[in-house]
């Protein structure tokens, strides 16, 4: 059950932090996609580079979900690092629900 919870956590703090790197928003001017398209438009490492940083909320879930993973399991238990695949599929389906349910 704590599994649940901390994956509805980490969501919501994926797609909050997400969120705040977008237009209008605080972070905005950390975004460094509209400087990779003003600088090299064709360069496709870059922008793959930050997607799971800060680019899509899905594939956030890898970098982001790891971290949390980790960070809630050595305050509450011993690391399952068999789980952490399952874990990080959950809060990728987790993001994807609320990314369409949202219409973010």
């Known amino acids: 059950m704590e599994y649940l919870i901390a994956a509805?956590?980490?969501s919501f703090?994926?797609?909050?932090?997400?969120?705040s790197f977008q237009e209008g928003q605080i972070f905005e001017q950390l975004n460094p996609y509209?400087?990779?398209n003003k600088w090299k438009p064709d360069n496709v490492f870059l922008k793959?580079?930050?997607?799971?940083?800060i680019g899509c909320i899905v594939c956030m879930a890898s970098v982001h979900g790891i971290i949390f993973f980790i960070c809630w399991n050595?305050?509450?238990q011993p690391l399952d690092f068999h789980l952490i695949i399952?874990?990080?599929?959950?809060?990728?389906?987790?993001?994807?629900?609320?990314?369409?349910?949202?219409?973010?």
């Open 8 to 10: 509805v956590i980490n």
């Open 13 to 19: 703090y994926i797609v909050g932090l997400w969120y």
């Open 34 to 36: 509209p400087y990779i």
């Open 48 to 53: 793959q580079l930050f997607k799971p940083i």
């Open 74 to 76: 050595k305050f509450i």
């Open 86 to 104: 399952f874990y990080i599929c959950a809060v990728a389906g987790i993001n994807r629900l609320l990314y369409n349910l949202a219409d973010l």
